[in-house]
């Protein structure tokens, strides 16, 4: 289960409180979990990304909903990765009509919200795998590794949004995984690239297919993705085509493609999936 997006607080009819989150970062996982073989089911705040293919997309909009969304799954789960912008605090009380501009100040009284990363930590079933982010503008190695115990977490992916390159709305970013006993910082990578090595930091997917382009004097990229001896040719198309998009590479570029495999029945199958991109 993937959380992705900002949640919107309601103050009343035309306004609400939110954050900058794109969703990016959520829907990056989500597509490279999906690539890997993984179930997934994604809980969204609003966001203007088409969704991952073969991803179950649960639509929410207001911290409580994502809260009920999450945690009515989470007990079916292997892996929660928590990506989502949740508010922590929202207007205690909502106007039923529209509030109206007046010479004086303005304050609304706000309340916590639920706080689901929480829950998620008490509620950990054995060999459940929980990943939150965290999100900081200063001390943060320091206040990540608090919110790592404090959470009960097995990963936090940790940023500094005043970091050039990292944060909300782009489509870089800069992390530290950091996990009890480790913490490994990666350099300023597209949002997919650093969901492919997060992943295989938590180790998701049986990855039996290599997907690469390479000439005579180059090798471009390579990527792993999932084998499943039910996926069709189509799906094994798609499969290879969003890999293709991930490095920005247009199969009209392509002369041409190499399938081995030891498993007859998946060579047959990826070489009529590379029939279908290249045609």
Not at 111 to 119: F, M, N, W
Not at 138 to 161: C, G, P, Q, T, W
Request: overall charge neutral.
């Amino acid at each position: 289960l993937v959380t992705a997006g900002p949640t919107q607080e309601p103050i009343d009819p035309v306004r609400y409180l939110t954050n900058h989150s794109s969703g990016k970062m959520g829907y990056a996982i989500a597509k490279v979990c999906s690539m890997r073989g993984a179930e997934v089911t994604l809980v969204s705040g609003k966001t203007a990304i088409k969704p991952p293919l073969f991803v179950d997309v649960v639509p929410v909009t207001t911290a409580r909903e994502m809260y009920e969304a999450v945690t009515g799954r989470s007990d079916r789960q292997d892996i929660v990765i928590k990506a989502a912008a949740v508010a922590d605090y929202r207007p205690k009380t909502i106007s039923e009509q529209k509030v109206k501009k007046t010479d004086g100040e303005l304050s609304i009284e706000m309340e916590r919200t639920d706080d689901i990363l929480k829950y998620l930590g008490e509620h950990k079933r054995a060999n459940q795998f929980l990943c939150g982010f965290s999100m900081e503008t200063e001390h943060m190695l320091e206040n990540s590794r608090k919110k790592l115990k404090k959470k009960n977490l097995d990963m936090i992916v940790a940023n500094n949004v005043k970091v050039e390159g990292a944060g909300f709305a782009g489509d870089t970013n800069i992390v530290t995984l950091i996990t009890g006993d480790d913490e490994t910082q990666l350099p300023l990578l597209s949002k997919e690239e650093t969901e492919r090595i997060m992943i295989l930091a938590i180790d998701i997917g049986n990855t039996n297919i290599v997907v690469g382009c390479i000439d005579e004097q180059k090798t471009y990229f390579i990527e792993r993705v999932s084998t499943d001896r039910s996926k069709t040719e189509l799906e094994y198309a798609i499969v290879i085509k969003n890999v293709l998009d991930i490095f920005k590479m247009s199969p009209k570029e392509l002369e041409g493609g190499i399938v081995c495999s030891v498993v007859p029945q998946i060579t047959q199958i990826v070489k009529l999936a590379a029939e279908k991109i290249l045609k």
